[in-house]
């Protein structure tokens, strides 16, 4: 991380989680929550830098939480560059558009940020789509037309808790509100037209019916296709590597320690969740 910050002269943050380990973790614990902002915190304390690179390794999770991480270093920060050394899914990707500035290698990946709703159904909890929800619940009601049809559909029906198709509908129209407003204000804030270009980016990230998956790869040309500012990270190789670097020291405390999320900057100050 020192390496890092001295490569470039801004402070340096590393957010990673250890979700490609193979040991059993809950997976909550590796998602993007409201208590990283402690995380943050912690990491931020000691920085006197107005520049910002951070290192972003993380599968999403909360987009509230992700908001809340957002404004949070935006007050702090004037200029954040994301780095996705390897991938930044769901609300980790709401938080690499959130940069002024996005670095990418090849082999770098985003994700959609369609809301996901955990549901409990018989056999247990279970994850889905908003947009999917909302789709079977057209589709129930087309069926549902012809009486013999009703038996089969009401194991799934009863699922649907009181309020959950406008959450769906509301937590769509928040994730894309989000991104946009970001784009807007950070990354496209000198570009003619930047509302509408920040606009249809975010929907084109929320599109679940164009992936079909929310676990989907969105390569570095895909983001640069739609508009946004892509850096390619092996255009400076020092860089490169010093930014590579501090993700597979990262990768190899994991696969060595119980540290489940690591939350870093470059004076070495950390907050470390560790698991049993």
Not at 75 to 95: G, K, L, N, Q, Y
Not at 136 to 156: D, H, Y
Not at 259 to 267: L, V
């Amino acid at each position: 991380m020192r390496q890092l910050s001295r490569a470039t002269g801004r402070a340096a943050i590393l957010y990673a989680t250890a979700w490609f380990e193979s040991r059993r973790m809950p997976p909550a614990e590796l998602q993007v929550e409201l208590p990283d902002v402690q995380g943050l915190m912690e990491a931020v304390s000691n920085i006197r830098e107005r520049n910002l690179d951070i290192l972003i390794h993380s599968p999403g999770g909360s987009a509230e939480a992700a908001e809340s991480l957002v404004e949070y270093l935006r007050e702090r920060f004037d200029h954040i560059r994301v780095f996705v050394p390897v991938a930044a899914m769901s609300a980790a990707t709401m938080i690499a558009l959130s940069a002024d500035e996005l670095v990418m290698g090849q082999h770098s990946q985003l994700g959609p940020i369609d809301p996901q709703f955990l549901i409990s159904t018989p056999e247990g909890m279970r994850s889905a789509p908003a947009k999917a929800i909302l789709n079977q619940f057209e589709l129930a009601k087309r069926e549902c037309r012809k009486p013999e049809n009703i038996s089969a559909w009401m194991p799934i029906l009863r699922t649907y808790a009181p309020g959950l198709l406008t959450q769906c509908e509301d937590s769509q129209r928040l994730a894309s509100g989000m991104v946009a407003g970001w784009l807007e204000r950070y990354m496209l804030s000198r570009e003619a037209n930047a509302k509408e270009k920040s606009k249809k980016i975010a929907d084109w990230f929320a599109d679940y019916e164009s992936f079909n998956s929310h676990g989907r790869r969105v390569g570095r040309d895909q983001v640069r296709s739609i508009g946004v500012k892509v850096v390619n990270l092996e255009d400076d190789p020092q860089l490169q590597d010093a930014a590579l670097s501090v993700h597979h020291a990262a990768i190899h405390t994991f696969a060595g320690t119980s540290a489940q999320k690591i939350i870093e900057n470059h004076h070495g100050r950390a907050w470390v969740r560790r698991g049993g």
